[in-house]
């Protein structure tokens, strides 16, 4: 049967972070204050291939545990053979350092094919399996670009797996519900969102863990093709502490204070969620009044040098950079402090020479789309790239593949785009990553724009790796914020700054692409705004022509299972109920009685929503969920009840005025993400805040 390759990695301890591991000039992480630990999504990814062995009923099928780090990285391949790893491979070089995903990628992938060759004896009937993304990196693109530089299909996001049929088939988390597809061919690379039934280690297994020997592969015994900041296509430019939650984190003594809170954000609510950022519109430098003017570097720094350098300029009355001379350098030097030295100066002076943009063409998004409604953050980027192409003074695309799509690119043209590429054929009927990797790579390699935007979604985060792999560009995950900025001193001019966070939310890190003829980014759902809808806006519909056939289908889709039916998450409250619910019961009761309590008091529509959990726990069906996979609100107040504040469900109540949260464990992570919270068991507060709304309480 199959053997199992299966990734691990050693993090950083994100959950045991100590004052001290903060820079205190700078505020960022000092990595090397925490402590390593294997990844906790690669340890259920062991659980998991184990499983997938037991399910098959083959014990003989190896499992190989591989890992690519520093020597001490070791200790994760001994924890892997502690649990189930018959084998373990370290891949470690210098040379390796410094890589973003691709670069981590490719040497994976071609110690991949080595120990397919060496350890299984060419046997290709294998699975690669992996923990969905890393804590430190936190970008679920590394399997993805393995999957493309081995030409494997690619299951992400999966969460359980059953043997039926002689083959597997995986249950995987997809945008508004979940899905069971199977492989149409192995070898295949699994990525494992969750999966709780944990490995323990026996004491025999420690004893031979402790005895095994590592497998040590150096970079030279790959002979990868990518490798280190070489071969890296992105670069950090910029590492930062998050800004403060602009949420209030209040606690709140007693169930009386929680019912004047809740009447009073109603009374109080501006009905416009979350100011956007106010910041200058990017101008081209040609078109800048005055063409000294850098204010738009990458840094702060950089601005104030340049602002410097202009001044003294100025004063010197030189107009022609061009044609500066020693001596007038020498006068810059001497008068502008340590403000920069001679190098930077020079680097300074070509800059300001520079006119024309870094990168050629047009601003694209990549859009998403699922029984003729297109995916609501599709419209967020077309919003954000009609800012960025604007600034660029280019047009948005929009590439749109599927099949009988009717009327969607008009709506893509209502919201904003100027140009919709269509890409139409029954084989992309249903989404296929390889097929769609297929045709949207062809569709970008004849008009190479210079920026492509695709959604965070699970599907997003899938297909722009296998994307910008093939076509050989960078790519960053899961964007908060995107600007344009000219690095002058690098001679480039109006490149995309990526701005994300890293490291479990710890800090913020500013990415710019390199080596690569796109910029390219996911861009996280519910952070970027969407245009109103302009239905007599016109463009132009082109349609691109992709040669398929049934071959370039990787996976059969066996069952999908989405919310349906209608929840008006338009309405001014919504009330979630979480795992902490602990029943359907409980749900059905405790939310339907302070729901109706809510809507008599306030006098407001109120809706229920729930957590991912909630809903796989049968509390209540899928349409009510709320977030990443569920649906983004913002609402005037929500109300969040045993919900333990996980990004991928925070993430869809950003846009919220004001967040209540009622939770039972003091700690909640959840509190640190709200504005008033109550720490009590669901069963003890509803109840009680359901009085005191009715006893008239709260004002
Ligand atoms: C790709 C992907 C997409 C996802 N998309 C979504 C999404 O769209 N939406 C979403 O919600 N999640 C999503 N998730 C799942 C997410 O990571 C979390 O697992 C989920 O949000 C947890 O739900 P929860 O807070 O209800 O459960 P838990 O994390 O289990 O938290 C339960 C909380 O209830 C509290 N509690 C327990 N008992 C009580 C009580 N009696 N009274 C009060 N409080 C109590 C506990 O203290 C705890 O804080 C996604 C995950 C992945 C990997």
Not at 38 to 44: A, G, K, M, S
Not at 95 to 109: F, K, R, Y
Not at 301 to 329: C, H, P, W
Not at 529 to 538: E, G
Request: proline share 5%; glycine share 8%; with cysteine.
């Amino acid at each position: 049967m199959s053997n199992f390759i299966v990734l691990v990695k050693q993090v950083p301890d994100v959950s045991q972070i100590t004052d001290n591991a903060f820079d205190p000039d700078t505020g960022t992480l000092i990595r090397t204050r925490l402590a390593s630990v294997i990844n906790e999504l690669d340890t259920q990814a062991l659980a998991f291939a184990n499983r997938m062995r037991q399910l098959a009923g083959d014990s003989s099928a190896k499992i190989v545990a591989l890992t690519m780090g520093p020597p001490m990285a070791e200790e994760v391949l001994r924890y892997g053979l502690s649990r189930c790893a018959d084998t373990v491979v370290l891949l470690t070089d210098r040379s390796l350092g410094g890589a973003d995903t691709v670069a981590t990628a490719n040497p994976l992938a071609f110690s991949i094919r080595k120990i397919v060759e060496e350890l299984f004896n060419g046997d290709n009937n294998y699975c690669v399996v992996t923990g969905m993304q890393s804590v430190d990196g936190d970008t679920a693109q590394v399997p993805p670009q393995i999957a493309e530089e081995l030409n494997l299909p690619c299951i992400t996001y999966v969460t359980d797996c059953r043997f039926a049929n002689g083959r597997f088939e995986f249950t995987r988390i997809i945008s508004g519900g979940s899905q069971i597809v199977a492989p149409r061919r192995l070898p295949a690379v699994i990525t494992v969102a969750k999966y709780e039934y944990p490995l323990f280690a026996t004491f025999a297994a420690t004893r031979r863990a402790n005895k095994t020997k590592v497998i040590a592969w150096a970079g030279s015994d790959i002979n990868a093709t990518l490798i280190g900041v070489k071969g890296s296509k992105t670069s950090v430019i910029r590492v930062f502490p998050p800004g403060k939650s602009s949420r209030k984190c209040q606690h709140l003594p007693d169930v009386k204070s929680l019912a004047a809170v809740l009447v009073d954000s109603i009374k109080s609510a501006k009905g416009a969620a979350s100011a956007d950022r106010q910041i200058a519109r990017y101008v081209l430098p040609a078109k800048r009044k005055d063409k000294f003017d850098r204010s738009f570097e990458g840094t702060a720094k950089e601005v104030d040098d340049f602002k410097v350098l202009a001044e003294k300029l100025r004063e010197l009355g030189i107009t022609d950079v061009s044609r500066i001379d020693d001596q007038a350098k020498e006068k810059i030097l001497a008068s502008s402090g340590d403000h920069f030295h001679k190098n930077a100066l020079d680097d300074m002076l070509a800059g300001l020479q520079l006119t024309e943009p870094a990168y050629k063409g047009d601003v694209w998004v990549v859009a998403e789309h699922r029984a003729g409604i297109i995916h609501p953050a599709t419209f967020e980027l077309v919003g954000k790239a009609r800012e960025l192409a604007d600034s660029l003074e280019t047009k948005v695309g929009v590439v749109i593949a599927g099949h009988q799509l009717i009327s969607l690119p008009q709506q893509l043209i209502a919201g904003g785009a100027d140009n919709v590429y269509v890409i139409d054929d029954p084989i992309l009927a249903e989404f296929d990553p390889i097929a769609h990797r297929k045709v949207v790579a062809d569709v970008i390699s004849a008009y190479w724009p210079q920026i492509v935007l695709y959604a965070a979604t699970p599907q997003g985060r899938m297909l722009a790796p296998l994307v910008s792999y093939k076509v050989g560009c960078g790519l960053t995950a899961d964007c908060t914020g995107l600007d344009i900025r000219d690095t002058s001193r690098k001679g480039q001019v109006a490149i995309l700054l990526q701005t994300r966070p890293a490291l479990g939310g710890n800090v913020m890190a500013t990415i710019c692409t390199k080596n690569s003829r796109s910029q390219m980014a996911t861009a996280r759902p519910g952070v970027m705004k969407r245009l109103p809808t302009d239905p007599s806006r016109k463009g132009a519909v082109i349609n691109h022509k992709v040669n398929l056939t049934k071959d370039d289908i990787s996976l059969e889709i066996i069952k999908t299972e989405l919310g349906a039916g209608r929840v008006n998450f338009e309405a001014d409250c919504i009330v979630s109920g979480g795992k902490g619910m602990q029943n359907r019961d409980n749900y059905e009761k405790l939310l339907g009685e302070l729901c109706q309590s809510l809507r008599t008091r306030l006098n407001v529509p109120v809706e229920r929503g729930a957590s991912r959990a909630a809903v796989e726990q049968g509390f209540t069906e899928r349409i009510h969920q709320v977030g990443q996979t569920g649906t983004a609100v913002g609402p005037k107040l929500y109300i969040a009840i045993g919900i333990s504040g996980a990004i991928q469900h925070m993430i869809g109540v950003a846009n919220t005025e004001t967040i209540i949260a009622i939770n039972s464990d003091p700690i909640a992570p959840i509190f640190k993400q709200c504005d008033y919270y109550v720490v009590g068991s669901a069963e003890d507060v509803v109840p009680q805040l359901v009085g005191a709304l009715q006893e008239g309480l709260g004002g």
